[in-house]
């Protein structure tokens, strides 16, 4: 694969797989704008990609909930590097764990504040949400784009306690997903979204069981990620894909 030439705007791009989507789209040769919250770590990490010297990096301090700040992410794009190829929606996390949540204090869905629910719905699904409404015009325009939008097996199994994370992955899932391939086909425009188990960025993964017995390895993620962007994966769209170890074909009596 390689991606000269080529555009990415990734988000969550400080951590995670948003950075190392980033890198290995840098290391096969493409210019990717990275987008986080955290100033201090994403510049480190965009020093890092540039001194590489391979494709081209630029920092984009950016709240994915404020749409001024995604509308500064796109045209900051643009200006420098001309278009727009793929957007990568990683930013994103259930509010509970991201907002430190006391879970003594907390117990139950009803006793968390409103506030909390709110970031996660924000970030999660309007995130996306506003990347959509701000690159759709600009991929119209260039007659090309990806959207790829990551979703989770949280998505399609709920949560009674972190009810924001799976209403709004599967918003990403089962709406966003078709809804920007329906409007995006006709333009050369397609959109996909990734749905993960378990992915070993945080070491307590372990803890949710597949059929393969493992959580993932990030970059397992990104390949596909990859993948969908490379001339190999053009004909695939408007579909969300699990990629969870088969833990989404599981039976009840393996849980
Ligand atoms: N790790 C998993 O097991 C797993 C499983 C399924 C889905 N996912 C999804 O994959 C994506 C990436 O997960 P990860 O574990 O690599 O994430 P991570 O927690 O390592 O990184 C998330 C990044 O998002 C940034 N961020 C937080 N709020 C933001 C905001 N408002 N605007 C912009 N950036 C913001 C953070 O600063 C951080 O750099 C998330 O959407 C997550 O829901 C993860």
Not at 40 to 46: G, P, T, W, Y
Request: charged share 20%.
């Amino acid at each position: 694969m390689n991606f000269l030439g080529k555009v990415a705007i990734s988000t969550g791009a400080a951590s995670g797989m948003g950075l190392l989507f980033s890198q290995n789209w840098a290391e096969l040769g493409g210019n990717i704008v990275m987008c986080d919250v955290n100033e201090k770590v994403l510049n480190e990490k965009v020093a890092e990609i540039n001194s590489k010297g391979i494709g081209k990096a630029l920092a984009v301090i950016c709240d994915v909930r404020d749409y001024g700040d995604v509308c500064n992410a796109r045209d900051k794009a643009v200006a420098e590097f001309g278009t727009i190829d793929v957007v990568a929606n990683f930013a994103g996390g259930t509010a509970i764990r991201m907002r430190n949540i006391d879970y003594d204090k907390y117990p139950e869905f009803p006793d968390v504040p409103i506030e909390i629910y709110d970031w996660g719905i924000d970030v999660n699904l309007k995130g996306p949400f506003y990347f959509a409404h701000a690159v759709l015009g600009q991929m119209r325009e260039q007659k090309s784009g990806l959207i790829i939008n990551i979703g989770s097996i949280t998505g399609q199994e709920g949560d009674g306690y972190g009810m924001d994370y799976p209403t709004s992955k599967a918003g990403l899932m089962f709406g966003l997903t078709k809804s920007i391939a329906q409007f995006g086909s006709k333009y050369g425009i397609r959109c996909v979204c990734v749905s993960p188990g378990p992915v070993l960025t945080r070491p307590s993964m372990t803890g949710m069981k597949t059929l393969l017995g493992r959580a993932a390895e990030p970059q397992e993620i990104i390949d596909l990620c990859l993948y969908l962007a490379s001339d190999k994966g053009q004909f695939i769209n408007g579909e969300n894909i699990m990629i969870d170890g088969g833990r989404n074909a599981m039976s009840r009596s393996n849980y």
